[in-house]
């Protein structure tokens, strides 16, 4: 079992930055691959960046490329998303997830455990 607790969020004007924070807690850290979802109002939950074992490959969804990064410390059992010149339409309700396996992918149901979540409001 994993336990995953995200923290960060918040209210930012758009062009500013965040960094959400997920610890883990549980089986040890590194043998999971780490993801970060996200769920606005109305819409699906959606992929926004994954990260392999070793934080060697990284994965991001076309709409944050180039402004968001994923990457993790295995000692601290954390994974981290720093955000940077968001944009109102990132607003959304943000899952960091995780599963078992080397291979980092793109849909929620290969994930198997699944933090609370930490609101990020982008205002315009």
Known sequence: QVQLVESGGGLVQAGGSLRLSCAASGRPFRTYTMGWFRQAPGKEREFVAAIALSG?????????????TISRDNAKNTVYLQ????????????????????????????????????????SS
Do not use: H
């Open 56 to 68: 060697g490959r990284t994965v991001y969804a076309d709409s944050v490329k180039g402004r968001f």
């Open 83 to 122: 955000m940077n010149s968001l944009k109102p339409e990132d607003t959304a309700v943000y899952y960091c997830a995780a599963r078992t396996t080397a291979i980092a992918t793109l849909r929620p149901s290969d994930y198997a455990y699944w933090g609370q979540g930490t609101q990020v409001t982008v």
